[in-house]
């Protein structure tokens, strides 16, 4: 209910600000859709004078945040938001192209360098595997962040054999204990690539299909086997798992890497905070710029993720968030080199040539190795309702996530109805036209 509230609350606030837009010219607007803490918001500004700069057109962002994938997609699939970019998941965007809800980026910018070629040709190669069959997501998304899933652990609670498989979510010695990620898809996937292993090893799946399998009984699979662990779960987080980490509130966070490092680097020196990808393996995701076919500004939307990908604005984002931009340019790799480390790791996946063995930390970019063990979530297509409603009955919803967003939009819809009524009153009384 309190979700419900809060939900309601969320979407009548933004009603406030879409209606208000509305009486400004859109073309002077950029209406970004970020996920919560994925950017140096400095950067907002800078834009705005860049963009000035580089083709004398004004423009003010208006910026808005998300946490869970499916709420975002929900608000532009059902609400028509008119968000000009926005930064979904790999599989999202695969949903997003699937339900034809996005436009291709047109990266010709005139007398401005392009700076998207900065991406890494391993972020295009992740980008290639996303396709609707008609729609191919290299020409609708440009990559921004990536990492892992993964087990970040208090080492003073924790050993790192524990933290080393995805059976630690079961383990009585974390009653209470562990937070879990408020995201379907990376629970699933990490639980299945668990229960299946052997499956994997003796090379009867791979893993991304045992990842991507959103059978009945594989659901009926994970929804069993899920229950068990449940007195070990402290709570489902999107944002604050890093600080309670940081906190010591909680020992064990199945999480994404860029929170992981965010909250290494927030202990000082991390003497009692690691990172690991269990050795069953896990996915290796991308979120990507897009621009939804309701956006009405494109031309300020392109510019906005090709300044993204300016290598300087790539590592303030990456200094700021702790995630890994999916740039991939020298400077990057250089501002990335730390002497002081003991482990060399290959990196040529994603630098190329020259970076087989370097010095950088491997819980932002993981080693050749752990990625070979690693494979991507896709969209799962019709069985996404299915794949929602068993979410619902895990996290002990009254109502599903489905049916919060439908009762969300459906109050958005009333109160932007009233306002646009009162608002016509008020013009009529005051005899102006429109
Ligand atoms: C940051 C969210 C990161 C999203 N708060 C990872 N897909």
Redesign the pocket.
């Known amino acids: 209910m309190k979700k419900l509230f809060s939900t309601i609350v969320a979407v009548m606030a933004m009603c406030f600000v879409s209606v208000n837009a509305t009486a400004q010219d859109r073309s002077e607007i950029l209406k970004v859709y970020n ?4 950017i140096d918001e400095d950067l907002l500004e800078e834009f705005e004078e860049w963009y000035f700069q580089e083709t004398g057109k004004k423009v003010q962002v208006s910026y808005q945040l998300f ?1 869970i ?1 499916e709420v975002m997609l929900t608000k532009i699939e059902i609400g028509k938001e008119d968000y000009d970019v926005v930064c979904p ?1 790999d599989y999202i965007i695969e949903r997003m192209l699937k339900k034809d809800l996005l436009l291709p980026i047109d990266r010709n910018f005139g007398s401005t360098p392009d700076y998207t070629q900065n991406i890494s040709p391993f972020i295009n190669g992740l980008l290639d595997e996303v396709t609707s069959g008609i729609r191919e997501g290299k020409n609708y998304a440009i990559g921004y ?1 990536w ?1 892992t899933t993964g087990i970040m652990y208090n080492t003073k609670y924790v050993t790192e054999e524990e933290a080393s498989s995805w059976g630690i979510l079961w383990n009585p010695k974390f009653r209470d204990k562990i937070l879990m990620k408020d ?1 379907v898809h990376d629970v699933y996937c990490s639980v299945l690539l668990y229960l299946k292993q052997d499956v994997v090893k003796k090379g009867l799946m791979t893993r991304s299909q045992v990842m991507n399998d959103y059978s009945p009984e594989s659901i009926q699979m994970f929804l069993d086997t899920i229950a068990k662990a449940k007195d070990n779960f402290n709570g489902w987080e ?2 604050f798992g890093k600080e309670r980490m940081a906190q010591e509130k909680a020992w064990v966070n199945l999480t ?1 890497s ?2 992981a490092m965010w909250a290494l680097e927030e202990i000082g020196d991390a003497t009692h905070l690691a990172y690991t990808v269990p050795k069953e393996g896990s996915n290796i ?1 991308f ?1 990507g710029w897009v621009i939804p076919k309701y956006a009405q500004n494109v031309e300020a939307a392109r510019y906005f993720i090709n300044f993204m990908c300016m290598p300087e604005n790539a590592m303030r984002n990456m200094d700021y ?1 702790g ?1 890994v931009s999916a740039v991939a340019t020298p400077e990057i790799l250089e501002s990335k080199i730390e002497e002081d480390l003991e482990e060399e790791i290959d990196l040529s996946y994603f630098f190329g040539e020259g970076a087989e063995s370097v010095k950088v930390n491997a819980v932002q970019y993981p080693d050749k190795k752990t990625i070979e063990n690693c494979a991507m979530m896709h969209d799962a297509g019709d069985r996404t309702e299915a794949l929602m409603d068993m979410w619902s009955q895990v996290k002990g919803d009254s109502l599903s996530t489905t049916s919060v967003i439908i009762i969300a939009i459906v109050v958005c819809g009333i109160v932007i109805y009233i306002l646009k009524k009162s608002s016509k009153k008020k013009t009529k009384k005051n005899g102006v036209r429109k």
Do not use: H, K, L, P
């Open positions: 996920w919560a803490d994925y946490d994938n998941s962040m990492g995201a999107v944002d994404w860029g929170d995701w979120d968030i995630y």
